[in-house]
């Protein structure tokens, strides 16, 4: 079975600074998928970013860029000019290549931007 | 509004009745995906259907069952409801693996 660690719980920073979150992962497969999910006390779950294994670029999506470390089974979320509005849980998702279709998620992370 | 459309948002029911939450995905999206969001779990994956069949099957209790219409909306049926089944149930629609997946905004069920 795949697995997906998100290491710390919570996390907080202060508004225009710089954080990152960190995920690993447990699998046998050479091809798949990785995703950082965010929900906000919305509860909605929004699409941050994602990236496929077979590329070597890390994955940016404005303000948030990935560390893909594929032989570490590493995959950190940085968040840069932090905002307000990025206070939210932040969910790490495997999605294999050859497992079938679901996504595993990490337990996520909770992250406080400060004013 | 992400597309994929959940009802409803909340609901609040006595142990031991059953309940039907509904879900239609994203326009063109072939599979939905049902997940279940508790405190102490995390997100569990429940179950998946693509295009009217069942394709997967996570971890989901024999009282609760799923489908998926020929017009691609889908129910996901919880019966014989337990206190413990009280959490934020989650439909999802995807298009390819690539692009992941597209959530809805949840049902939160309170059983009493």
């Known amino acids: 079975a795949q697995t997906v660690t998100q290491s710390q719980p919570e996390m907080s920073v202060q508004e225009a600074e710089t954080v990152t979150l960190s995920c690993t992962y447990d699998?046998?497969?050479?091809?798949?998928?990785l995703f950082w999910y965010k929900q906000p006390p919305s509860r909605q779950m929004i699409l941050v970013i994602r990236?496929?294994?077979?590329?070597?670029q890390n994955a940016t999506e404005n303000r948030f860029s990935v560390n893909f470390q594929k032989a570490a089974k590493s995959f950190s979320l940085k968040i840069s000019d932090s905002q307000l509005g990025d206070t939210a849980m932040y969910f790490c998702?495997?999605?294999?290549?050859?497992?079938?279709?679901?996504?595993?998620f990490g337990t996520g992370t909770s992250l406080t931007v400060i004013p | 509004d992400s597309g994929v459309t959940q009802t409803p948002k909340h609901l609040i029911t006595a142990t031991g009745q059953r309940v039907t939450l509904r879900c239609s995905p994203r326009?063109?999206?072939?599979?939905v995906y049902w997940y279940q969001q508790s405190l102490d779990q995390g997100l569990q994956f429940l179950i998946q259907?693509?295009?009217?069949?069942?394709?997967a099957k996570g971890n989901i209790l024999e009282r609760f069952s799923a489908q998926q219409f020929p017009d691609l909306h889908s129910e996901l049926n919880l019966s014989s409801l337990e206190l413990g089944d009280s959490a934020l149930y989650f439909c999802?629609?995807?298009?390819?693996?690539?692009?992941?997946?597209?959530f809805g905004s949840g049902t939160r069920l309170t059983v009493v």
């Open positions: 999802a629609s995807s298009k390819t693996d690539y692009y992941g997946y597209t």
């Open positions: 699998t046998s497969e050479n091809n798949y998928y």
């Open positions: 990236q496929e294994a077979y590329k070597q």
């Open positions: 998702a495997f999605k294999g290549g050859n497992t079938g279709n679901q996504f595993y």
């Open positions: 326009s063109g999206d072939l599979s």
């Open positions: 259907y693509y295009n009217g069949e069942e394709r």
